[in-house]
């Protein structure tokens, strides 16, 4: 088995109503934060190693590291083989600012998406936008109704109740 299937295993055992579960995501959500705010600090350094010396380096153990580069790994310039990566599996974590940004706005993450260490990467503005942007992504917009006495859309030139509106 791979360490990822490992990881998702391990943590979605924990029922999110229980206080054992709640305890154990709030500590992972606390190393995740952590291991964000060095990342973010040094956005020219990439960082790269295997599995266990980045969690080493990161200072946290190897399953809640799996955890968090399963979090990140859309965010990548290039993606990790994380579905069958183990231990000694060579990853980077040259990360996409904006699309890192954008992602943690997708998944709720306002502890991770306020962190200041954005001030140093993004402009206000620019994270507005983002944050605009993907909340508008999941919206459905409707197109304007056809009335029965409009032109038809299907461009033959008749009313539409006299076309395509005839069969509908």
Do not use: H
């Amino acid at each position: 088995m791979g360490l990822l299937q490992e990881w998702r295993d391990y943590a979605y055992a924990y029922d999110m109503n229980s206080r054992a579960g709640q305890m154990f995501w709030a500590n992972y959500f606390n190393i995740e934060k952590e291991i964000y705010k060095k990342l973010l600090a040094n956005p020219d350094k990439v960082w790269e190693g295997t599995v266990e010396d980045l969690a080493k380096e990161f200072g946290t153990d190897l399953k809640l590291f799996v955890g968090f580069l399963d979090g990140i790994n859309d965010s990548l310039v290039t993606p990790n083989p994380i579905e069958e990566m183990d231990k000694d599996t060579l990853v980077s974590l040259n990360y996409d600012k904006e699309k890192l940004y954008y992602n943690m706005v997708a998944a709720k993450a306002d502890w991770l998406y306020n962190l200041e260490e954005w001030d140093q990467l993004l402009t206000e503005e620019r994270r507005k936008e983002l944050y605009r942007e993907q909340k508008s992504s999941g919206t459905v917009v409707k197109g304007k109704k056809i009335g029965r006495n409009d032109p038809c859309p299907c461009g033959s030139g008749k009313k539409y109740k006299k076309c395509c509106g005839l069969n509908a």
